[in-house]
């Protein structure tokens, strides 16, 4: 499954003229979504050593070298300001509400007060419907002590950090964009 494409897609992200991609591993979500938005430049922030490994791989080199730079980033500690807007990729879902919160705040302390915050997660359905995230709810839980949220959690999440949900876009896979704006 391709999501990175899938995710540049479905939603404007070259309406914020710079995006940091926290905890953006090896860059390939940001490449796809900087080829998608060719004025957006973009930060990929994550710990040092996956930052190297990043630089390693190249998904951010070539001609998308001039309009990225890296930066390192410990999202417990501090996310960096300087962009428009940030995107957080299979981040929440790894932690628990009260570590969700610590690293939500953070990016608040981070994002303008006319900028955005993205996530791009799988939102549960409310109700026992079947579903791929409900699934992968009960393997977060196990291995990581995350959890899969429904939207209204993720709402009560943005409010409690000093956001508020905006809007959640589908893609063409099971995950969304989920765009939260300063509170």
Known sequence: MLVGPAVAAAYDFGAWDSLMDVAGGNGILLSNILRAHSKLRGVLADLPHVLERAREHGHLGGDLEARCVMEPC????????????????????????ERAHKILVNCRRAVPKDGALLLVELVLAEGNLPSLGKTIDVVMMVLTGGKERTEQEYRDLFSAAGFRLKHVYPTSTDFRVIEAMPA
């Open 74 to 97: 410990d999202f417990f500690q501090r996310v960096p300001s300087g962009c428009r807007a940030y995107v957080m990729k299979s981040v929440i879902h790894d932690w628990d509400d």
